[in-house]
T-cell receptor, first 111, second 111 residues
Framework: NAGVTQTPKFQVLKTGQSMTLQCAQD?????MSWYRQDPGMGLRLIHY???????DQGEVPNGYNVSRSTTEDFPLRLLSAAPSQTSVYFC??????????FGQGTRLTVV | AQSVTQLGSHVSVSEGALVLLRCNYS??????LFWYVQYPNQGLQLLLK??????LVKGINGFEAEFKKSETSFHLTKPSAHMSDAAEYFC?????????FGTGTSLTVIP
């Protein structure tokens, strides 16, 4: 099993550009989520999904969009990148109520 | 709303000394509780988890945590710190469909 796979690992965007961060898991987990990690702020939940076709907003959803068409994939879209979105992004998956498995992260810089 | 509080954003211990990282949660019912470790430029790795089977939970690398319902605490300990324990540690709560993370504690081990 590959676990949780995130791509790309690094990305530099110009302000206003859009992009999609990919996340895939092969553990048949119902729950998938996206976090951003900023110094001193821990992990903040952006969006999450409890199953295919079901998504919901987390703590910091503005500027991000998600969809869940399959159990395996949960892409995160940046609609119009801003410098405030410079961060490290983590995707995670789990069974409901169980421990989360994390991807290796995407380090995004918006200039 | 659920919250997780980690006391002390930075903790320094001497090699061989006791490690104590504090975590308190807010919940009316005991949730699922976790400790994760993050090494530089890596994703989060599960250290241990509490799922109501036993109040003292043993994890990897010699870490353990004790669940105290009366204190709503889940502090992480290790009897003897090793240089390789230097990392960021996160306490997390899973309420069933959402994970809540503390802001993290950076552990420094002094030789």
């Amino acid at each position: 099993n590959a676990g949780v796979t995130q791509t790309p690992k690094f990305q530099v965007l110009k302000t206003g550009q859009s992009m999609t961060l990919q996340c895939a898991q092969d553990m048949n987990h119902e729950y998938m989520s996206w976090y951003r990690q900023d110094p001193g702020m821990g992990l903040r939940l952006i969006h999450y999904s409890v199953g295919a076709g079901i998504t919901d907003q987390g703590e910091v959803p503005n500027g991000y969009n998600v969809s869940r068409s399959t159990t395996e994939d949960f892409p995160l879209r940046l609609l119009s990148a801003a410098p405030s979105q410079t961060s490290v992004y983590f995707c995670a998956s789990s069974y409901l109520g169980a421990e989360a498995f994390f991807g290796q992260g995407t380090r995004l810089t918006v200039v | 709303a659920q919250s997780v509080t980690q006391l002390g954003s930075h903790v320094s211990v001497s090699e061989g000394a006791l490690v104590l990282l504090r975590c308190n949660y807010s919940s009316s019912v005991p949730p699922y509780l976790f400790w994760y470790v993050q090494y530089p430029n890596q994703g989060l790795q599960l250290l241990l988890k509490y799922t109501s089977a036993a109040t003292l939970v043993k994890g990897i690398n010699g870490f353990e945590a004790e669940f105290k319902k009366s204190e709503t605490s889940f502090h992480l300990t290790k009897p003897s710190a090793h240089m390789s324990d230097a990392a960021e540690y996160f306490c997390a709560v899973n309420t069933g469909n959402q994970f809540y993370f503390g802001t993290g504690t950076s552990l420094t081990v002094i030789p």
